[in-house]
């Protein structure tokens, strides 16, 4: 068994988000989204891949297909394979986002 300390993985770039992957197997994707300032990252989309985003730390805006939410810390929501998922900081403070995917997107 092999774990991970997420905390080894948050790092900022002031030119641009930060993606890094957690985990990687043939049944699950997932990765650590940092994200500072106005930064964002999207809009992204699997056609064959259902999304699990996790708001970790911070407040981020974040628009699903048609719909718009603001998530906090601790704040989950789905992402239905075949929809854009786009992300974007919206506080003052640095924002961290884990996002899984299954399968993994081809």
């Not at 068994?1 to 080894?8: A, E, I, L, S, Y």
């Not at 106005?38 to 992204?44: D, E, H, L, R, S």
């Not at 601790?74 to 924002?95: C, F, H, Y």
Request: some cysteine; hydrophobic content about 40%; glycine content about 6%.
């Amino acid at each position: 068994m092999k774990t991970r300390n997420v905390t080894d993985l948050i790092y900022f770039d002031e030119d641009a988000a930060r993606t890094e992957v957690l985990y990687e197997t043939q049944q699950l994707f997932s990765q650590v989204i940092c994200l500072q300032e106005a930064q964002g990252i999207g809009p992204m989309r699997d056609a064959t891949s259902d999304g699990l985003v996790v708001v970790l730390s911070g407040e981020v805006a974040a628009q699903i297909g048609r719909d718009r939410t603001r998530m906090r810390q601790w704040a989950s929501v789905t992402v239905p394979a075949g929809d854009e998922l786009t992300l974007r900081n919206a506080s003052a403070e640095p924002s961290v986002v884990l996002l899984v995917l299954a399968p993994p997107p081809s």
